[in-house]
């Protein structure tokens, strides 16, 4: 079965240009989680989608970041202007229909902001 | 806020040495989870514990959860080159499925 799938797999932009990054869950997981991944701040949440709906969006940092999950099998997380200080690994995750919670990461983006 | 707590940040050891993580929860947590990422990787899920004082092992790995559910640790026992990544722990939230993670221990190993 293929896992979390997400592109692009590197992203070089110039300040100001809009960013979308995108996600494939894995089918049939109803949790869906973006992340964001930095030297300095680590792995942090930035919101999670539960049967496609969001649940929290309070790790969003500001409203230049803007989140969707249209249907079950798509999920984009949008950055509009990007700055420098957006260069980071993000990262979604999807987790079962289970109380586990166990999450299953996808490869991963790397932005990089110019 | 809920704070999920690891030490130390960094870990470097000769192969064949044991290594050992900690991971301190400022809550109760219902469970806790351990991810391991390679370098230039993604977090990949290892184990989650659930019982009060339970110990579960993977091989070298020996992971551990606290009598109160706010602590756990990760033992590895005779590293190996295989064994450099980060290695995080994470609890759930207050708010429901979404996971608080830790800054995780990055162990490096010389052979």
Known sequence: DAGVIQSPRHEVTEMGQEVTLRCKPISGHNSLFWYRQTMMRGLELLIYFNNNVPIDDSGMPEDRFSAKMPNASFSTLKIQPSEPRDSAVYFCASSPRTTRNEQFFGPGTRLTVL | ?????????????????????????????????????????????????????????????????????????????????????????????????????GKGTTLSVSS
């Open chain 2, 1 to 101: 806020g809920q704070q999920v707590m690891q030490i130390p940040q960094y870990q470097h050891v000769q192969e064949g040495e044991d290594f050992t993580t900690y991971c301190n929860s400022s809550t109760t947590l219902s469970n806790i989870q351990w991810y391991k990422q390679r370098p230039g990787g993604h977090p990949v899920f290892l184990i989650q514990l659930v019982k009060s004082g339970e110990v579960k092992k993977q091989k070298r790995l020996t992971f551990q959860f606290g009598e109160a559910k706010k602590n756990s640790s990760l033992h590895i026992t005779a590293t190996q080159t295989t064994d450099v990544g980060t290695y995080f722990c994470a609890g759930p939230g207050q708010a429901g499925t979404a996971l608080i993670f």
